[in-house]
C-alpha cells in the first residue's frame, strides 16, 4: 500500500498559528480533524487544494473541498463563538426552542466553548414521593446541560441526539440546583461529555456521562 503527498497552498495570506492555540476546543482539542489557524492579512480566501466543493455552512463561513483521490478539507472562516454564543443566549435554551425544558423549569446560566451550566428550582411538583427532587427531573435536565456542552461551539448551527447516558445517584436533592457539564473528547459527529448536579451546599448529587451525535440544524 503506497501513500500519497498532497501539495497545499495557504488559503489566506498570513501568519501561521498551531491549531492547539486556537480559542476554540473543537478546533484545538483537534475535534474537527488536524490543520492549522493562520491570522489573515487580507479578505481573500482560496481553496487549499484543486477538488470540488462538497458543502457550504448555511452562514457561508465554512465550506469543504475533496480532491480527486477523496481527500477532505475544510476550510472555516473567523472564530465566532463569542458572537454566537452571545446570541444564542438571548434566545431560548441556548440557542433552541426546548419546551420540556420550560414545562420543568430549567433556566440556562451560562455557555462557554465545552462548558455548560443550568439551573434547576427544586419546585414542588418535581419532588418524588418523600419529597426530595426527582431523579427523572434530574436526569433531564442533565441530558439537557450536557447536549448544551456537546454543541458549545455552535449553538445556533448545531443540534444533538442522545446516544447514551450514564447517571448515578450520590445523595437526596432538597434544594435548587445548578447543573454542570462539559466536553471530554469528541469528533466532527459524536461527542463524549460528563456533567454534575450539585445542590446549594455545593455537594453533588448525581453524575452523569454521555454521548451525542451532532446534528446540523436545518
Given at each position: 500500500m503506497t501513500s500519497e503527498i498532497l501539495a497545499l497552498t495557504?488559503?489566506?495570506a498570513g501568519s501561521i498559528v498551531q491549531l492547539g492555540e486556537v480559542p476554540d476546543p473543537?478546533?484545538?482539542l483537534g475535534m474537527m480533524g488536524d490543520g492549522l489557524a493562520i491570522e489573515p492579512e487580507t479578505g481573500e480566501v482560496h481553496a487549499p487544494v484543486a477538488g470540488?466543493?462538497?458543502s457550504v455552512h448555511r452562514r457561508g463561513h465554512a465550506v469543504k473541498v475533496m480532491t480527486d483521490e477523496g481527500a477532505e478539507f475544510l476550510v472555516h472562516v473567523g472564530l465566532e463563538a463569542v458572537a454566537l454564543r452571545g446570541a444564542a443566549l438571548a434566545r431560548g435554551y441556548f440557542g433552541i426552542d426546548v419546551?420540556?425544558?420550560r414545562h420543568i423549569?430549567?433556566?440556562p446560566v451560562s455557555l462557554a466553548p465545552g462548558l455548560a451550566r443550568t439551573r434547576l428550582p427544586l419546585r414542588p411538583e418535581l419532588a418524588n414521593s418523600r419529597g426530595h427532587g426527582h431523579g427523572g427531573a434530574m436526569m433531564s435536565a442533565l441530558d439537557f446541560t450536557l447536549s448544551a456542552a456537546a454543541r458549545s461551539h455552535d449553538p445556533l448551527g448545531l443540534g444533538v441526539i442522545t446516544i447514551e447516558m450514564n447517571?448515578?445517584?450520590l445523595a437526596t436533592a432538597t434544594t435548587d440546583l445548578l447543573i454542570e457539564a462539559r466536553i471530554l473528547r469528541g469528533g466532527a459527529r459524536t461527542v463524549f461529555c460528563e456533567?454534575?448536579?450539585?445542590?446549594?451546599?455545593?455537594n453533588v448529587v448525581c453524575t452523569a456521562r454521555a454521548v451525542f451525535k451532532l446534528v446540523a440544524l436545518g
Open positions: 495557504a488559503p489566506v473543537m478546533f484545538a470540488a466543493v462538497t419546551p420540556f425544558m423549569g430549567l433556566t447517571t448515578h445517584f456533567g454534575n448536579v450539585i445542590d446549594t451546599a455545593g
